[in-house]
């Protein structure tokens, strides 16, 4: 039998159970993507992802068709797959798929912000409807509460946000709004909205100290290991001063069973107006003995002058 690495992205024919009952069969650009739930010769679970929520092959396959499209689940969709190629059976062995109905952008001016319900909302003139479906939610906390997030990472109070001005010079200049999601039935449905000023939080920053991360990355480089990671953190209950902002990596003990925390490194740390202010990792350093020399299971990083903390899966390459 012959296994090679492989990857794909492209569009969804069909999804059903896979012959163990417990996965899914994709077929995509005519061959069949197989994902059984397990763990990797490395150790990882394998997961199957939207943007915002991992889900169940159940789930995946649900066939009840998303906001605004007439097809069923998935299907006409996009799937990136990451795994290994069969020769013997010709199915593609999938350890991760990331899928969703479509990969659509909005971004420019906010021309439309008025109540309602839902939200009558513009976004270059597109109207835009922030998705519920508890497969693709806005807010995976609480799918029937979109959340609307501020060009900081933060959640806000959609009607705080300006719209963005008209006439030859405006001042200042309007900052670009964007949505994410897919387009259908004359709307955008959205899973993530981001407003391009600041707006009202949501949490009070004098009371509630915040921090987001926009990415993390994980290398493995041989002999040595590679973080990246980079967001946002309030400081307007701090009267403005700098934060002590630090990065962990979660890995789980195999001896105890147990989730342990091990500092990666601390932030470089700068403001970018006032009450907000950009933190920033890069490090690389020899590998550690035992099961810190490979891939977390997250990374958090911590405000330790806050407190209040964010967590994220990172993005993973190997050698």
């Known amino acids: 039998?012959?296994?090679?690495?492989?990857s794909i992205e492209g569009p969804i024919q069909s999804v059903a159970t896979d012959p163990t009952g417990t996965g899914a069969d994709i077929v995509a650009m005519g061959m069949t993507i197989r994902f059984v739930p397990g763990t990797t010769a490395s150790g990882r679970t394998r997961t199957i992802k939207t943007p915002?929520?991992?889900?169940t092959p159940a789930e995946?396959?649900?066939?009840?068709?998303?906001?605004?499209?007439?097809?069923?689940?998935?299907v006409g969709g996009t799937v990136i797959a990451e795994g290994e190629f069969d020769t013997d059976t010709n199915l593609m062995l999938a350890d991760f798929l990331q899928v969703e109905p479509a990969e659509s952008v909005l971004l420019g001016a906010l021309t439309q912000n008025a109540a309602g319900t839902p939200r009558q909302i513009q976004i270059n003139g597109v109207p835009i409807v922030m998705l519920t479906d508890v497969r693709m939610p806005a807010n995976p906390d609480d799918p029937s509460n979109p959340v609307f997030m501020n060009q900081y990472g933060f959640p806000f109070k959609i009607d705080t946000a300006?719209?963005?001005?008209?006439?030859?010079?405006?001042?200042?200049?309007?900052?670009?709004?964007?949505?994410?999601?897919?387009?259908?039935?004359?709307t955008f449905h959205a899973f993530l909205f981001e407003y391009g000023g600041t707006g009202t939080l949501v949490k009070d920053p004098v009371t509630t100290p915040q921090i987001s991360m926009e990415r993390a990355s994980y290398r493995d480089e041989g002999t040595r290991v590679r973080f990246e990671a980079r967001g946002f953190v309030t400081s307007a209950h701090a009267g403005g001063a700098i934060q002590n902002v630090e990065l962990i990596r979660v890995d789980l003990d195999p001896a105890t069973g147990t989730l342990q925390e091990t500092p990666v490194d601390s932030a470089r740390?700068?403001?970018?107006e006032a009450g907000f202010q950009r933190w920033r990792v890069e490090f690389r350093g020899n590998k550690a003995?035992?099961?810190?020399?490979g891939i977390p299971l997250k990374v958090i990083v911590k405000n330790h002058s806050g407190p209040a903390s964010a967590e994220l899966e990172p993005d993973v390459r190997e050698p």
Not at 162 to 186: D, H, I, Q, W
């Open 60 to 74: 995946l396959r649900t066939p009840t068709s998303f906001p605004g499209r007439v097809e069923s689940g998935f």
């Open 1 to 6: 039998m012959a296994k090679v690495e492989a």
């Open 162 to 186: 300006v719209l963005s001005p008209t006439g030859p010079t405006p001042n200042p200049p309007p900052a670009p709004t964007s949505a994410e999601g897919y387009f259908a039935g004359n």
């Open 269 to 272: 740390v700068e403001v970018v």
């Open 289 to 293: 003995g035992g099961f810190l020399s």
């Open 52 to 55: 915002t929520k991992t889900l």
